[in-house]
């Protein structure tokens, strides 16, 4: 299970920090990333993080956000700065959780924040 914490009314240009917290049966957590999906768009992936720390952001996002991961707590983070009216969505937390030692992991999605950014 994962739950989102964070999110929130912001003016353009101020920051806001997502955590997520995975609970439950976890022998592993492979890969955690954030997604958002705004009104009348689809979902898309912001940021990834690998267990060797290896990050990937959209385009959109790069220089403005930073994931980062707690392994010893279960949890990823997403620190957004200099935010922007294009930044408002509903952001969602996933990570593929192993309950084993084998592989694959599943696909596990947290309830959703909704961050709003006014201009």
């Known amino acids: 299970q994962l739950q989102a914490f964070g999110g929130g009314l912001v003016q353009a240009g101020g920051s806001l920090r997502l955590s997520c917290a995975a609970s439950?049966?976890?022998?592993?957590?492979?890969?955690m990333g954030w997604y958002r999906q705004a009104p009348g768009k689809r979902r898309e992936l912001v940021a990834s993080?690998?267990?060797?720390?290896?990050?990937n952001y959209a385009d959109s996002v790069k220089g403005r956000f930073t994931i980062s991961r707690d392994d010893a707590k279960n949890t990823v983070s997403l620190q957004m700065s200099n935010l922007n009216p294009e930044d408002t969505a509903v952001y969602y937390c996933?990570?593929?959780?192993?309950?084993?030692?084998?592989?694959?992991?599943?696909?596990?999605w947290g309830q959703g924040t909704l961050v709003t950014v006014s201009s």
């Open positions: 996933n990570a593929e959780v192993q309950m084993t030692p084998f592989p694959p992991g599943v696909a596990s």
């Open positions: 993080i690998t267990r060797q720390s290896s990050t």
């Open positions: 439950g049966r976890i022998f592993r957590i492979n890969v």
